[in-house]
C-alpha cells in the first residue's frame, strides 16, 4: 500500500482526471493506431507557401505545452514566426551558419554522415514555409507571484514538448522539418528572447510541395530488436 503525501498548502491533490480505461484489445488497437499514423510522418526539405491559418498552429502548441516538465514549470517558450520579413532575416543568418558549418566546423565524419540525406548550406524552406516555431528552453523563468525562478530537466522537457509537437503537427496533416543550425545565438536576438532561455530547435512547419521528395534513407528505420531492451 502507497503512502501517500499528506497535502498542504502547497501540495494539493485532487483525483486523476479525464483517464479512462480500455479493455485490453481497444488497448491494442490503439496503439496500433498511433503507430500506423505516426509512421508516415517524415521530414520534409521542400514545402508549399500556402497558407496555413494561425489557430491550427495555436492548437498544435497548446498540445506541445501538456508535456510532462521539470517542477511543472513548463521550461519553454515558442516563438512562432509567419513574418516574411524576419523569416528572411532567420534564413540570412542560419545560411551563414551553414556554410561555415560544411566548410570545415563539422568535420568529415559528420558531413560524411549527412550525404545520404542530400543535405547542404541552403535552406530555401525557411522562406518558403507558412510558420517557423523556434522552441526555447528557458532557464529561468516568472513564477505566478512574479518572481525569476530556476527551472530544471529544461532540455529533458523541451524535447519532450517537441515530440509532443511535432505529433500534434502530424496529426492535424501539416509537414515538419527539425531545423538546428549550429550555432543557434542568432535566434534569441531575432526573437527578442532574454539571455536566460536557449534555442533548440528551429521547427518549419506547413504543407509539403507538389513534388516533395524525401532521402531513401530517411525511410531506414531500426528493428524493434535493435532500439529496445525488455527485461
Known amino acids: ?3 501517500r503525501p499528506t497535502p498542504t498548502t502547497e501540495f494539493l491533490p485532487i483525483p486523476l482526471p479525464d483517464y479512462q480505461e480500455r479493455p485490453l484489445d481497444e488497448m491494442r488497437l490503439g496503439a ?6 505516426i509512421r508516415t510522418r517524415h521530414t520534409v526539405r521542400e514545402f508549399s507557401d500556402r497558407p496555413v491559418p494561425r489557430d491550427i498552429i495555436e492548437t498544435c ?35 551563414e551558419e551553414e556554410r561555415a558549418f560544411y566548410a570545415g566546423r563539422a568535420g568529415e565524419e559528420w558531413i560524411e554522415a549527412l ?5 547542404d ?3 530555401p524552406f525557411l522562406e518558403i514555409a507558412p510558420w517557423l516555431i523556434c522552441i526555447f528552453g528557458e532557464r529561468k523563468s516568472v513564477s505566478a507571484d512574479g518572481k525569476l525562478r530556476k ?6 522537457s523541451v524535447s519532450i514538448a517537441t515530440s509532443f509537437l511535432i ?19 542568432f535566434l534569441t536576438e531575432i526573437c527578442q528572447r532574454p539571455d536566460h532561455n536557449k534555442p533548440y530547435i528551429l521547427l518549419v512547419t506547413g504543407y509539403p510541395a507538389a513534388d516533395a521528395t524525401i532521402p531513401k534513407h530517411a525511410t531506414e528505420k531500426k528493428d524493434l530488436s535493435e532500439i529496445a531492451t525488455f527485461f
Do not use: C
Not at 496500433?32 to 499514423?37: G, T, V
Not at 517542477?71 to 540570412?92: E, L, Y
Not at 527551472?151 to 529533458?156: A, R, S
Open 151 to 156: 527551472n530544471y530537466y529544461v532540455p529533458e
Open 32 to 37: 496500433q493506431a498511433f503507430y500506423d499514423e
Open 115 to 119: 550525404r545520404p540525406l542530400g543535405t
Open 167 to 185: 505529433a500534434a503537427l502530424h496529426r492535424a496533416r501539416l509537414a515538419t522539418l527539425t531545423h538546428t543550425p549550429n550555432p543557434m545565438s
Open 61 to 95: 502548441i497548446r498540445a506541445a505545452g501538456t508535456a510532462p516538465n521539470g517542477a511543472n514549470h513548463q521550461p519553454w517558450h515558442f516563438s512562432v514566426i509567419g513574418d516574411p520579413a524576419m523569416k528572411k532575416k532567420i534564413r540570412t543568418a542560419a545560411e
Open 121 to 123: 548550406d541552403s535552406k
Open 1 to 3: 500500500m502507497t503512502t
